[in-house]
Nanobody, 119 residues
Framework: QVQLVESGGGLVQPGGSLRLSCAASGSIFPINAMGWYRQAPGKERELVATGPTGGSTNYADSVKGRFTISRDTAKNTVYLQMNSLKTEDTALYYC?????????????WGQGTQVTVSS
């Protein structure tokens, strides 16, 4: 059973920083891709960042230049460094992993970690 465990959320003032971590375990197949998504109250879940995969990363326009995604493939862990946080970054942040096994790609989600940006 694949499990994704996020950590690092919390309460921070505008302009502050947080670093999220997500560790994946339980997969017998290599993890093809990992990323971060978020969902604010009353809104749909949206992509924040994915990668690096093949050296490339993908960011939502709203976080470009402020957030950085990185990955430790040996530890099956993905990180999200969030700087210059804004109140509109407040959301539940979810880790995602896509795993291809026996020709089928499956998507897995963590339980979410809350990020609140408020003065």
């Amino acid at each position: 059973q694949v499990q994704l465990v996020e950590s690092g959320g919390g309460l921070v003032q505008p302009g502050g920083s947080l670093r999220l971590s997500c560790a994946a375990s339980g997969s017998i197949f290599p993890i093809n891709a990992m990323g971060w998504y978020r969902q604010a109250p009353g809104k749909e879940r949206e992509l924040v960042a994915t990668g690096p995969t093949g050296g490339s990363t993908n960011y939502a326009d709203s976080v470009k230049g402020r957030f950085t995604i990185s990955r430790d493939t040996a530890k099956n862990t993905v990180y999200l460094q969030m700087n210059s946080l804004k109140t509109e970054d407040t959301a539940l942040y979810y880790c995602n992993a896509r795993i291809v096994g026996l020709g089928v790609e499956r998507s897995y989600w963590g339980q979410g970690t809350q990020v609140t940006v408020s003065s």
